[in-house]
Nanobody, 115 residues
């Protein structure tokens, strides 16, 4: 059974930084792409960043240059380094993976950026 557990959310100030972590279990981690999505109140869930099994990264335009996704295959961890935070980054952040064609999500972690 695939399980993704996020951590690292909280309340932060504009211009601040944080790192979200995602611990994965129940997957052949090294074969799977990993990613981060977010959902703000009244908005649809949107992709923030993804990283393939080979390490190729992609980002939403809104976070390019500010956020960095990474992974540690040995630890089965994925990370999202978030810098230069803005109030519009406020959302629930979800870790994602696709295992054998099926999407899996973590429970989410709230990130709130105060202005």
């Amino acid at each position: 059974q695939v399980q993704l557990v996020e951590s690292g959310g909280g309340l932060f100030q504009t211009g601040g930084s944080l790192t979200l972590s995602c611990a994965a279990s129940g997957t052949i981690f090294t074969r799977n792409a990993m990613g981060w999505y977010r959902q703000a109140p009244t908005k649809q869930r949107e992709k923030v960043a993804t990283i393939t099994s080979g390490g190729r990264k992609s980002y939403a335009d809104s976070v390019k240059g500010r956020f960095t996704i990474s992974r540690d295959n040995a630890k089965k961890m994925a990370y999202l380094q978030m810098n230069s935070l803005k109030p519009e980054d406020t959302a629930i952040y979800y870790c994602w993976t696709n295992n054998y064609g099926r999407d899996h999500w973590g429970q989410g972690t709230q990130v709130t950026v105060s202005s």
